[in-house]
Structure formats: structure tokens, C-alpha cells
């Protein structure tokens, strides 16, 4: 938006757009006052007095350095060794090198010695942190079968708060040491039990190889369907009738009507009626 000049009513445009930039025009010649320039995908102030670009930095492979104010040299002040890059020492200008790699992982060096500080031991696939005062490795933990176990503070004895009875974990009780054991496999399904009586709690029966919720107040299965054939059918949710909304012709299943109850069968089935050899009288009284 520009303000409208209050004389004229033009709007007063006072900068002008060089490619994706705006630049303010000058209040005298109205031209933009381009005062910086781009080389490569850097932007440069241009000096106030030449109009030449200040270029005050260098790029060396990826990194871009500043240059020195006096001599316009780079100042290279890192080193890469490997993949990693260090800090050159303001005085020698060597890479401070201040970390050793022993196997895959990375050691902070002493600052006096310069020897790795390993503070941890592997053992097997594992790590552990190393005691600050005798430098051995801090085991807190023992594996038994395939399970981890922290072990106690105090007696250095894995922790086992939980017990294994056929494929199934089940925490111990904290009191008695005794697998709290809260459900109960009926067949090949498993049902909480109930926490007062300790009896599974059944809430579905099995007829046939389907599965039906009971009824929360008589414990009778809710059968909302019918087998008719080989196909199930939804019962009528206050006439307890199957709901058959499909009638089988031939070898086929076509969805009944909505109104009528008739099958709707495609008009194409009627000219087939007449090529093959088949009983088309249900399709013919349909017709």
C-alpha cells in the first residue's frame, strides 16, 4: 500500500522492486537507491563511497570464513579431521584436538593428560557406567531367561517382581511375592476375573464357531442374527425376524428392493434368458 499524494491523489511511490528486493528511490531523482549486490547467493554491501560490494568473507569447500580486515585473507581458524572439525589453537594454529574415538563411540580427552576419559564398559551388548572411584563398571542389572532385572541397592540381588506361567508375564503381589494372576483362559480365549470373587468374568457365549455378547442383566447370548443357507442375516431389532434383503437366482445374490421385497435384477438378465439354457421363470414373472 502507498499513501495517496494529498494534492494530486497519485500514489506516492518511493521504491522501486529489482528482481525479489525493494529498494528505496531517491528523493530527488526518484531512481532506486541500489546499495548492495549479490554474488553467487549472497547479498554484499556496496561501499558508500566506490558502490563496490564489501566482500568481507571467503568460502573455502562448504564454509564460508571471514576475511581479516587488514590483509583480506581468510581467517581460517578450524581444522577438518575426518568428518569432524576442530578448533586451530590461537597461538600454533594447530587443531585443538580434544576427543579420542575408541571403537564407535567418542571419548572427551583429560585436559591435562590428554588421554580418553573412558568412563564406561561394555559388556556383551551392553553398557555400564564406570564407578568414579575404582573405575569399575557399575552392574545394576542381571538377565534371566531373555528379561532384564534391576538389582537391589543393597544386596546387589536382581529385583524379579513378576512371573511366568505358560507364554504369559503376570506382576508379583509386593507383599506375599505371589503372581497376581487376574484372568482366566476359558478354550482359547482369556477373561479378566472378577477382582471380589477371583471367577473369570464370561461376557459372551460361543454358538457354533461365532462368538455373541451376553446380556448384561439375564447373562443369556444376544443373537441379532440369523443363518439362512450358508449367509448371515441381521435380525429385525424388534421382531427378532431375520431381515433378508437378497434373493439368490441361479447361482447369483441380488439385493431385494427396498419397497417391494422383489429382486432387483439388471435388465440384461432378461436377454440372456432367451441364449442359455436355464429356468427363467422367476425372472420372467418378474418381468
Request: hydrophobic content about 25%.
Given at each position: 500500500?502507498?499513501?495517496?499524494?494529498r494534492?494530486?491523489g497519485?500514489?506516492?511511490?518511493?521504491?522501486?522492486?529489482i528482481?525479489?528486493r525493494?529498494?528505496?528511490?531517491?528523493?530527488?531523482?526518484?531512481?532506486?537507491?541500489?546499495?548492495?549486490?549479490?554474488?553467487g547467493?549472497?547479498m554484499?554491501q556496496?561501499?558508500?563511497y566506490?558502490?563496490?560490494?564489501?566482500?568481507?568473507?571467503?568460502?573455502?569447500?562448504?564454509?564460508?570464513?571471514?576475511?581479516?580486515?587488514?590483509?583480506?585473507?581468510p581467517?581460517?581458524?578450524?581444522t577438518?579431521?575426518?568428518?569432524?572439525?576442530?578448533?586451530?589453537?590461537?597461538?600454533?594454529?594447530?587443531p585443538?584436538?580434544?576427543?579420542?574415538?575408541?571403537?564407535?563411540?567418542?571419548?572427551?580427552?583429560?585436559?591435562?593428560t590428554?588421554?580418553?576419559?573412558?568412563?564406561?564398559?561394555?559388556?556383551g551388548?551392553?553398557?555400564?557406567?564406570?564407578?568414579?572411584?575404582?573405575?569399575?563398571?557399575?552392574?545394576?542389572?542381571?538377565?534371566?531367561?531373555?528379561?532384564?532385572?534391576?538389582?537391589?541397592?543393597?544386596?546387589?540381588?536382581?529385583?524379579?517382581n513378576e512371573?511366568?506361567i505358560g507364554?504369559?508375564?503376570?506382576?508379583?503381589?509386593?507383599y506375599?511375592?505371589?503372581?497376581?494372576?487376574?484372568?482366566?483362559?476359558?478354550?482359547?480365549?482369556m477373561y479378566?476375573?472378577?477382582?471380589?470373587?477371583?471367577?473369570?468374568?464370561?461376557?459372551?457365549?460361543?454358538?457354533?464357531?461365532r462368538?455373541?455378547?451376553?446380556?448384561?442383566?439375564?447373562?443369556?447370548?444376544?443373537?441379532?442374527?440369523?443363518?439362512?443357507?450358508?449367509?448371515?442375516?441381521?435380525?429385525?431389532?424388534?421382531t427378532?425376524?431375520?431381515?433378508?434383503?437378497?434373493?439368490?437366482?441361479?447361482?447369483?445374490?441380488?439385493?431385494?428392493?427396498?419397497?417391494?421385497?422383489?429382486?432387483?435384477?439388471?435388465a440384461?438378465?432378461?436377454?440372456?434368458?432367451?441364449?442359455?439354457?436355464?429356468?427363467?421363470?422367476?425372472?420372467l414373472?418378474?418381468?
Open positions: 500500500m502507498y499513501q495517496n499524494d494534492y494530486t497519485s500514489p506516492i511511490v518511493n521504491e522501486t522492486k528482481g525479489i525493494m529498494h528505496q528511490n531517491d528523493r530527488y531523482t526518484g531512481s532506486p537507491i541500489v546499495n548492495e549486490t549479490k554474488i547467493n549472497r554484499y556496496n561501499d558508500r566506490t558502490s563496490s560490494p564489501i566482500v568481507n568473507e571467503t568460502k573455502i569447500g562448504i564454509r564460508m570464513h571471514q576475511n581479516d580486515r587488514y590483509t583480506g585473507s581467517i581460517v581458524n578450524e577438518k579431521i575426518g568428518n569432524r572439525m576442530y578448533q586451530n589453537d590461537r597461538y600454533t594454529s594447530s585443538i584436538v580434544n576427543e579420542t574415538i575408541i571403537g564407535n563411540r567418542m571419548y572427551q580427552n583429560d585436559r591435562y590428554g588421554s580418553p576419559i573412558v568412563n564406561e564398559t561394555k559388556i551388548i551392553r553398557m555400564y557406567q564406570n564407578d568414579r572411584y575404582t573405575g569399575s563398571p557399575i552392574v545394576n542389572e542381571t538377565k534371566i531367561g531373555n528379561r532384564m532385572h534391576q538389582n537391589d541397592r543393597y544386596t546387589g540381588s536382581p529385583i524379579v512371573t511366568k507364554n504369559r508375564m503376570y506382576q508379583n503381589d509386593r506375599t511375592g505371589s503372581p497376581i494372576v487376574n484372568e482366566t483362559k476359558i478354550g482359547n480365549r479378566q476375573n472378577d477382582r471380589y470373587t477371583g471367577s473369570p468374568i464370561v461376557n459372551e457365549t460361543k454358538i457354533g464357531n462368538m455373541y455378547q451376553n446380556d448384561r442383566y439375564t447373562g443369556s447370548p444376544i443373537v441379532n442374527e440369523t443363518k439362512i443357507g450358508i449367509r448371515m442375516h441381521q435380525n429385525d431389532r424388534y427378532g425376524s431375520p431381515i433378508v434383503n437378497e434373493t439368490k437366482i441361479g447361482i447369483r445374490m441380488y439385493q431385494n428392493d427396498r419397497y417391494t421385497g422383489s429382486p432387483i435384477v439388471p440384461s438378465m432378461y436377454l440372456m434368458c432367451d441364449r442359455m439354457v436355464m429356468n427363467c421363470s422367476t425372472i414373472s418378474i418381468k
